[in-house]
């Protein structure tokens, strides 16, 4: 493999490059966080919408995330859903009551 930042070739699995210093995973890290963002991001859009997705893409992201800012999106995306879901209840217990009254 070659370093990232001055492209001189250094061993494989090397975690700085010996002649620049240069870190060879802070791109992947940067990467990989980006993309696992999106579960957490998916939850909020559902969960606001109301939508099941909401519940699903939350539970994916608990499953998944091992960082802190990531599951509290997820959990926001849940609590967003759930009191969209109490609010869906209470909507269909009071027309229930409606067509019994
Ligand atoms: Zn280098």
Do not use: H
Request: glycine share 12%; charged share 10%; proline share 1%.
């Amino acid at each position: 493999m070659f370093c990232k930042s001055c492209g001189r070739e250094i061993a494989e699995g090397t975690q700085f490059c010996p002649y620049c210093g240069a870190s060879q995973n802070s791109a992947n890290n940067v990467a990989t966080t980006q993309e696992s963002k999106v579960w957490g991001i998916l939850s909020l859009i559902f969960g606001i919408l109301g939508g099941w997705l909401g519940l699903v893409f939350g539970i994916i992201g608990l499953c998944t995330y091992k960082d802190k800012e990531n599951k509290l999106m997820c959990k926001v995306g849940i609590g967003v859903f759930a009191f969209w879901a109490i609010i869906y209840l209470l909507i269909l217990i009071s027309s229930f009551s409606l067509v019994n009254g």
